[in-house]
């Protein structure tokens, strides 16, 4: 197996999702850049993966993240995403069954165990205490906590449930670092979810659908160096 990038905590997480490809997330992929040099922070910036070496090439402090992969090898696999392709293009992580693209558990199970062969980070989503529980299971590097119904709503999860899913997580594996992020779309949310006792936290429409995107994200990022700064998250 290859050797992992090392995450630092906390970290945060840029997803455009669908929002943006080509020229416009290369632009924000740039913001987020230089926000990670200066503030020194950890920063993942999903991408799509046609996108991943170009916004690779143009950045030095990202962790270029894809927003999917398929557990194939290199072969037969008409439409499906090869690892290793992604993997040639600089790409240092992977999001996987997302509450958008949902996986069953075979395909999971596989597509954990490619990504770990070729030295990705897994990010693997889960939208109840139960499924988090039983995703926790596969080991993963970085586990996503959050209710499906509040992805993309702008609210977030409620803080006994950051709590429960922190605490149910760690009891299964504590080296997994765990991501709460739902409905994130201010500073302070942001806020929220690290003090929940998350590794770390990001973001989708509420950065890239505000009116000033750059400004949201610093806004956000600066939320966090400051409570680095401060001691309250470390």
């Not at 037969?76 to 392709?85: D, K, S, T, V």
């Amino acid at each position: 197996m290859k050797t992992k990038r090392t995450l630092r905590r906390p970290f945060f997480v840029v997803n455009p999702k669908a929002y943006l490809y080509g020229e416009e997330s290369l632009k924000l992929a740039k913001v987020a850049d230089q926000l990670a040099d200066k503030l020194d922070i950890d920063i993942l910036f999903t991408v799509q993966q046609v996108d991943a070496a170009k916004i690779k090439a143009e950045t030095k402090h990202l962790f270029i993240t894809v927003q999917h992969l398929d557990g194939l090898t290199v072969g037969r696999g008409m439409g499906y995403i090869l690892p290793e392709a992604v993997a040639a293009a600089g790409v240092s992580a992977t999001f996987l069954n997302h509450a958008e693209h949902p996986m069953a558990v075979s395909d999971l199970v596989k597509a954990v165990k490619r990504a770990d062969e070729l030295g990705i980070l897994t990010i693997v989503c889960a939208d109840s205490l139960t499924e988090a529980k039983a995703c926790a299971a596969l080991n993963p590097d970085i586990m996503v906590c959050e209710p499906t119904e509040l992805i993309g709503t702008g609210q977030t999860s409620d803080l006994a449930y950051m709590e429960a899913t922190n605490a149910a997580i760690r009891a299964i594996n504590p080296k997994i670092k765990i991501l709460q992020a739902a409905g994130i779309s201010t500073a302070d949310d942001v806020e929220k979810a690290l003090l929940s006792g998350a590794d770390g936290t990001g973001g989708t429409s509420g950065i890239v659908c505000a009116k000033e995107p750059a400004k949201v994200l610093t806004e956000m990022l600066q939320r966090v160096d400051a409570l680095k700064q401060g001691g309250k998250i470390k």
